[in-house]
């Protein structure tokens, strides 16, 4: 059974900084690219980057612009996303997910940006 569980959401200041993580299990972690996405309140999800399965590739959404970082650790079935320069517009849920819809969409944690 697919299983991913992120954290590390939480209220931070513009220009703040935060580590997302997200743990899988259910399937063979070392093999697929992984993705974050979100979605903020009112509009649809929205893809954010991605990671290859062995981490030496990235690709990111327009909007980061060099902002955010995806990192992934094989052995510890974890991705993670950092975020930096931090904007009230990046207030959103975080979701991450194996590559394609074959899989199921974890409970996500939720990032507000706020002053």
């Known amino acids: 059974q697919v299983q991913l569980v992120e954290s590390g959401g939480g209220l931070v200041q513009p220009g703040g900084s935060l580590t997302l993580s997200c743990i899988a299990s259910?399937?063979?972690?070392?093999?697929?690219?992984m993705t974050w996405h979100r979605q903020a309140p009112g509009k649809e999800r929205e893809f954010v980057g991605l990671i290859s399965s062995n981490g030496g590739i990235t690709k990111y959404g327009d909007f980061v612009k060099g902002r955010f970082t995806i990192s992934r650790d094989n052995g510890k079935n974890t991705v993670y996303l950092r975020l930096n320069s931090l904007k009230s517009e990046d207030t959103a849920v975080y979701y991450c997910r194996p590559e394609g819809d074959w899989a199921p969409w974890g409970q996500g944690t939720q990032v507000i940006v706020s002053s």
């Open positions: 259910g399937f063979f972690f070392s093999t697929y690219v």
